[in-house]
Structures are given as structure tokens and as C-alpha cells.
């Protein structure tokens, strides 16, 4: 069973209870995350001129476009991993068969 941790942070100001099965420590990353966006945000004039209502609006798409070039990141990332597998597989492939002709000529060399 997936324990439970409370954590009393602090987001934009208010005292929150978040819960989740993540440990203490990624429960306060995540708040602080919010914290530094918020103040990241405030910052800026096109934020201060926005209406109240829109404010939380606007921090919600700028953390959800980190998120997503994050996730297009990670996809790249992995594309050039399983390339650079199967360029890893060609060369050891390429190794093995010059070392099969490596002892094939060593071999007619004794004779």
C-alpha cells in the first residue's frame, strides 16, 4: 500500500497541506517550483497589467509549455539514444567481422 505524506508548504503566499505518495522533499520542490514561477511572473508588466482572474491562468500555460519542451526534450533525447545504440551495435558488428578476417589471414599466414 502507497503511503501518504502531508507536507505543509508555503505557495504564493498561503500555507498549504499538500499530500501525495512522493516523499517530503519532492512534495517541497514541486511548491518551490510553483513559488519561483509566481515570482518569475510577477516580475514582468505584461503579468502585473493582466485581470486578477487571468493571473493564475497565465502561470498554469507557462508552467504547461516547460512541461511539454521538457517532454519534446526527453523524446529527442531518447531518439538519439536509440540511434547512437544502433550505431554502437554496427561497430561492434564491424569489430567481430575484422577480427573473424584478422584470424582467418593470421591463420593462413602460419600455414
Known sequence: MTKTHLVQVVVGGKILTMGGSDDEVHIQKVASYVNHMIQSMEETDAYKALPTDLK????????????????????QLKNDLRLKENELAELKQTLVDTELKLERLEGRKKR
Do not use: C, S
Open 56 to 75: 493564475p491562468i497565465l502561470i498554469e500555460l507557462n508552467i504547461a509549455d516547460e512541461l511539454i519542451a521538457a517532454q519534446d526534450t526527453i523524446e
